[in-house]
């Protein structure tokens, strides 16, 4: 069942372009317009929505992270993402009119099941993003968009947060469709480029050798950090919890303008920092910024490991390790930034002698809180 491979976490790494070819099939018509009939929340109820909150766990969670971006970028509506296991205990402020996202892999996070209940209680509308059909938080929400990510098996979540990652494009952009925010030709073509993913996703597949290589020559490290900014913070935050899980390594993710605020404080000799590195087209504030930020590191003797677009010559003098990846707008990098920091974590686990599919401590679906 494991398909040839020796982990089902390595299957699973390799399935990611056919589960989110298979999550955006159906829901893009030929004019390039969404259709997400699933979604039964009436049109003028999300007209109405003035702030949506997103709750989840984990990988979810950095899914949900990333979600915020798009959302408010797409449709001009205050977005927070909180993590679930925290949410109910603050008192939010919740009513008819907030949209609560509940992202879930499992569909059974207790936590998530219990932010949920909480939002509903105070009368807002839930939409679920779930991967496992007919499961407990789509049950209990009012809605569900679900991702056709197929069982994951492996405990370390892979192939559902990419379509995770999907859901929540497709989401923000039906928002924006529904209300008329943006929707113009800025989105008609991010939504082209969404169905060119896949094929992304596969290059980048092709390419991992010498990540491989890079992850087996580090097995005998203490530390890893990861730095992004802008959507590559909850990618650089996602490799680290990859890393903690799958290798048992301290990992810690970093908006890379914080470092300056403290964390510039750890780097020493030869510690590896992998850094995301946002597209140079686009937001090239971005881009500029983080190339500052390797330089100041790498001057501190950091061992860089700079994953960066294809063709990012900027980059390149302050790398010692590069990882390329295929040019995508800016708001869906993550999709195809995250695959080099799962095969580094899967190959790293594998390298130190632990468990793959099934790390310590761990349990695929928690259902207490
Ligand atoms: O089933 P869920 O998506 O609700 O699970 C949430 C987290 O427990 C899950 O993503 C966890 O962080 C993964 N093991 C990460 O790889």
Redesign the pocket.
């Known amino acids: 069942e494991k398909g040839g491979y020796d982990y089902f976490m390595l299957k699973e790494i390799a399935e990611q372009p056919k589960a989110v070819a298979d999550t955006l099939l159906g829901r893009i018509d030929a004019a390039g317009s969404l259709s997400l009939d699933e979604v039964r929340i009436p049109g003028p109820v999300l007209r109405e929505v003035d702030k949506v909150v997103i709750v ?7 899914a949900g992270l990333i979600a915020k971006y798009a959302i408010e970028h797409w449709t001009r509506i205050p977005c927070e993402t909180e993590l ?1 296991s925290e949410f109910r205990y603050r008192d939010p402020i919740l009513d008819q009119r907030t949209l609560v996202i509940a ?7 207790m ?2 099941l219990m932010a949920l209940r909480h939002a509903r209680e105070q009368g807002a509308k839930v939409l679920a993003i ?3 059909n007919g499961s407990t ?1 789509p049950r209990e929400s009012d809605a569900v968009l679900y991702t056709h990510a197929g069982p994951e098996v492996a ?4 192939k ?2 990419l379509t ?1 990652l999907v859901a929540c494009y497709l989401v923000a952009l039906y928002l924006g469709q529904v209300r008329g925010t943006k929707w113009g030709d800025e989105v008609r073509s991010v939504v082209r480029e969404l169905s060119d993913i896949a094929t992304q996703v596969d290059e980048v597949l092709e390419t991992m050798e010498p990540v491989r290589e890079l992850a087996r020559s580090l097995a005998d490290k203490g530390t890893v950090l990861f730095l992004g900014r802008h959507v590559g913070y909850p990618v650089a935050l996602e490799g680290a ?2 890393l903690k ?1 799958l290798a048992y390594m301290h990992a810690e993710g970093f908006a890379a303008g914080e470092l300056k605020h403290g964390p510039i404080a750890l780097i020493e000799e030869d510690l590896p920092v992998v850094v995301v590195v946002p597209s140079p087209r686009g937001r090239s504030v971005l881009h500029d910024k983080i190339v500052s930020n390797i330089q100041e590191i790498r001057a501190r003797g950091a061992r860089t490991i700079v994953i960066a677009e294809r063709g990012d010559e900027a980059v390149r003098p302050y790398a010692d390790h590069l990882i390329e990846i295929p040019a995508t707008p800016v708001l869906l990098q993550p999709l195809v930034a995250t695959v080099p920091l799962q095969v580094f974590a899967c190959e790293l686990a594998t390298a130190r002698g632990n468990e793959v599919d099934q ?1 310590r401590n ?5 259902t207490v809180e």
């Open positions: 989840a766990c984990g990988t979810a969670y950095h679930a992202i879930s892999q499992s569909g059974e996070t936590d998530t779930c991967n496992t938080i405990v370390a979540s892979t559902a947060f995770q919890l990859k899980e790390p761990l349990a695929k679906s928690v």
